[in-house]
């Protein structure tokens, strides 16, 4: 059966059993088939749709300009139709259960793959010292976690390499301590041995990461530097700063990593925050099974 028969047999149960409204009628049959179309291009049905499906549909709908009565109307429908979906025994859970408008109001963060970061971090110029510094700015935002503002500000005086660690000033003046692991280690080494010399101006400065000019690195410019590192690697997608953040721990959570453990990498103030990332794992890991599966 397909959706739209899914969603006609629905209306006329719903209507005989509970005389629903005409005009209640064809806005439940236009709000589902708006997510079953949606579904489609990823080769899902309403009946294979999960929590961050749904998540992605509700954020995509107010990037358009949907209002959060709009929306509290369509996850109306939504919740009517998957119930009775339960109750038929099609599904085995509901997929609304929990969700909030005011969570749907942020799209899911966008991780790239561990291929394309890998493709990232291999697509610096390593014989330029402003290669050599893009690597060890990309190899240490991707093994801590951290957030744009915090990288470019970094200092010498919070880098212990002895103890392969660096202490950050995050949001709210809170400090939090970041193991760095041996492979960012090595580069963020390499950097200062080779790189930094040359790209300092005033031997006085303790500025980790300096531009071409020798002053610290802004966001911009190292937003820029991402752009062009993303297009000499091939990827697609929209790149940022910030997608290494989300990529580092989307990654986490898909290994295995305990969500408070993740909370303290990443500095989040609230649990809350951090649980987005188990959506967008659960999103990749049905993905996968349905790409690999012989029965997906």
């Known amino acids: 059966m397909s959706d739209v028969e899914k969603i006609d047999h629905f209306l006329r149960r719903l209507w005989s059993e509970r005389g629903i409204a005409e005009l209640t009628r064809i806005a439940y049959r236009e709000d589902l088939l708006a997510l079953s179309g949606f579904l489609l291009p990823r080769g899902q049905t309403l009946d294979e749709l999960t929590q961050a499906d749904l998540y992605d549909y509700l954020a995509t709908r107010t990037a358009n300009g949907n209002k959060v009565s709009s929306l ?3 996850l109306s429908a939504y919740r009517t ?3 009775q979906a339960r109750l038929d025994r099609r599904l085995s859970s509901d997929p609304c259960a929990g ?10 963060p ?5 291929k394309e970061v890998v493709a990232l971090l291999e697509a610096a110029d390593l014989e330029d010292p402003r290669g050599l510094r893009d690597k060890a700015m990309l190899e240490l935002m991707y093994a801590t976690g951290l957030r744009v503002s915090e990288l470019v500000s970094l200092n010498g005086a919070q880098v212990n390499i002895r103890q392969g660690a660096l202490k950050v000033t995050g949001k709210g003046g809170k400090d939090r301590l970041l193991p760095i692991g041996d492979a960012a280690l090595g ?5 200062l041995e080779k790189a930094r010399p040359q790209l300092v101006r005033a031997p006085s400065s303790n500025v980790l990461f300096l531009s071409e000019r020798g002053a610290e690195m802004t966001r911009q410019a190292f937003w820029y530097r991402i752009k062009q590192l993303s297009a000499r690697a091939g990827i697609a997608k929209n790149v940022s700063p910030h997608t290494l953040r989300h990529s580092f721990a989307t990654h986490l959570v898909n290994h295995g990593a305990d969500l408070r453990v993740v909370q303290l990498l ?3 103030s609230n649990l809350s925050t951090t649980e987005i990332y188990t959506l967008v794992a659960r999103d990749a890991l049905k993905r996968l099974h349905r790409e690999h599966h012989p029965r997906g």
């Open 266 to 268: 990443l500095g989040h």
């Open 187 to 191: 580069w963020l080494q390499q950097y």
């Open 72 to 74: 509290n109307r369509q």
């Open 81 to 83: 139709y998957f119930r």
């Open 99 to 108: 969700v909030k408008i005011g969570k749907a109001l942020r799209p899911l």
């Open 110 to 114: 966008k991780a790239l793959t561990e």
